[in-house]
C-alpha cells in the first residue's frame, strides 16, 4: 500500500453511502474528492468540506440538503479529478429493467481504468462478461464482494472453487423472505408481514423485487458467473415466495420442516432457478434465519460445502466495500 492514496468519488449517498462516508477508512486509505446523487454533486476540496460530508452522513441528511450542493452536476464533472488508479464507490439502487445507469456508469469508469467497488448487482448480474472484459482490457479492479450476501464472503467461496467440480450449489440469498417466513409461520397473513418488514424498511422500495425472486436470482447469477457458468438473469427461472399459502407454511412449521426462499444452480445443466421450497429439519439451509443467508456447494464425490453468515445492513456492507480496496491496494493497484 506504498505511494499516494488514490483520489476517489462516492456515487450514490443512501443507506449504503453514508454508512461508507463515516468508515475512517475510506478516509484513510483514499482522498475522496467528491460524493454524487440522483440529482448533484458535492465536492471535497478541503478538511471542512470533509468534515461537512461525515456530518451529513451521521444525521442521515439527503447530499441535496448541503448548502455546497451542486445542482445537475454529476460524474461527467469530475473527468477532471477521477482517473486510472483512482477508485468509484458505487451504492446506487439496483436497476434490474434496463440496466441503466448503473452498467453504463461502471464500463465508463472500467475504460478510464479506474478501480470499481461495488454494493449495486444490476453490472454484475446484467452484463458479468462485459464488466469482466472491460475489467481486464483496461486492467481496473473491480470490487463486488458487497453484492452477494454482504457480510459473508459468498463470492470469495465461488472464487476460489473455480476449477473444481461443483456439480450444484443450493442457497437463501435473500434475508427478506427469511423475516417474511417466520412472520408467516408465526401466524401472520403474508400481507401484514409485507407491511411489517415495509416499515422496519427490509423490504426493496419495489417489494416484487424480494417476493418474485429477483433479488435472489440476480445473486445467483453472480455467483454463476464467478465460478465460471455463464448464465444470464433471464436464465433463471422463478416462482413467487407467495404462491405458497400461509397455512401450508405453517403446516410444514407444526410438522417440523420450514419453507425457504431457495436459489439453486445445478451444474454443469447450468439449471438456474428460484423457487420456494419446503425443506426437512437436516437441511443446513432450514437453519437459515433472520438476517442469516446460507449456501450449500455440492462438490466431486458428495462433499459438500456449508456456509452460513450475516446479510447486510448497510453499514456492514459498508465495511465490506472497504475489504474490497485493500484488496485492490494490496494487489492490484498499479505502482505509483
Ligand atoms: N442496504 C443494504 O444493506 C445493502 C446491502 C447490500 C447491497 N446493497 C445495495 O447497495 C445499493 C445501495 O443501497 P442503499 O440502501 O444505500 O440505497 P438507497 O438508500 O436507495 O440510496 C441510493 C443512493 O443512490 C442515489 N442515486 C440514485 N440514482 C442515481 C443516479 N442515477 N446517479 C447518482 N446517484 C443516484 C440516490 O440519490 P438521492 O439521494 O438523490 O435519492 C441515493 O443517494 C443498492 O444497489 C442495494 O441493493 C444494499
Known amino acids: 500500500m506504498e505511494g499516494k492514496r488514490p483520489r476517489s468519488v462516492l456515487i450514490g449517498f443512501g443507506n449504503v453511502g453514508r454508512e461508507l462516508a463515516l468508515l475512517d477508512d475510506f478516509w484513510k486509505l483514499t482522498r475522496p474528492v467528491g460524493v454524487i446523487s440522483s440529482r448533484g454533486t458535492v465536492r471535497i476540496e478541503s478538511e471542512d468540506d470533509a468534515a461537512r460530508i461525515r456530518e451529513a452522513a451521521k444525521g442521515g441528511m439527503k447530499l441535496s440538503e448541503l448548502p455546497s450542493f451542486r445542482k445537475g452536476e454529476g460524474l461527467e464533472d469530475f ?152 448464465i444470464g438473469l433471464g436464465d433463471v427461472r422463478r416462482r413467487p415466495l407467495l404462491e405458497v399459502s400461509e397455512e401450508e407454511v405453517r403446516r410444514a412449521a407444526e410438522n417440523g420442516k420450514r419453507y425457504k426462499y431457495v436459489a439453486e444452480l445445478i451444474l454443469p445443466e447450468k439449471s438456474a432457478s428460484v423457487f420456494p421450497m419446503k425443506l426437512d429439519a437436516q437441511d443446513p439451509l432450514s437453519s437459515v434465519h433472520g438476517n442469516y443467508n446460507g449456501i450449500v456447494v455440492e462438490l466431486e464425490e458428495g462433499e459438500r460445502i456449508f456456509l452460513s453468515g450475516p446479510a447486510g445492513p448497510a453499514w456492514r456492507t459498508a465495511k465490506v466495500m472497504i475489504t474490497d480496496l485493500l484488496e485492490y491496494l494490496r494487489f492490484y493497484r498499479p505502482s505509483h
Not at 453472480?222 to 457458468?229: A, E, M, V
Open 79 to 230: 473527468s477532471g479529478s477521477i482517473s486510472e488508479g483512482d477508485v468509484a464507490f458505487i451504492a446506487l439502487p439496483p436497476s434490474y429493467s434496463t440496466g441503466e445507469p448503473n452498467v453504463s456508469l461502471v464500463l465508463d469508469l472500467l475504460e478510464r481504468g479506474v478501480a470499481v467497488i461495488t454494493a449495486d448487482k444490476t453490472p454484475l448480474a446484467l452484463a458479468f462478461k462485459k464488466v469482466m472484459e472491460a475489467s481486464s482490457e483496461h486492467r481496473a479492479f473491480i470490487g463486488y464482494r458487497a453484492t452477494v450476501a454482504a457480510g459473508t464472503p459468498f463470492v470469495d467461496l465461488a472464487r476460489g472453487l473455480v476449477g473444481r467440480s461443483v456439480t450444484r450449489l443450493r442457497s437463501v440469498l435473500n434475508a427478506t423472505t427469511n423475516f417474511l417466513l417466520s412472520q408467516v409461520e408465526s401466524g401472520l397473513s403474508w400481507r401484514e408481514s409485507i407491511e411489517i418488514a415495509g416499515k422496519m424498511k427490509l423490504l426493496e422500495p419495489d417489494p416484487s423485487i424480494d417476493t418474485e425472486g429477483i433479488d435472489a436470482a440476480a445473486k445467483l447469477t453472480i455467483i454463476s458467473n464467478t465460478l465460471g457458468f455463464e
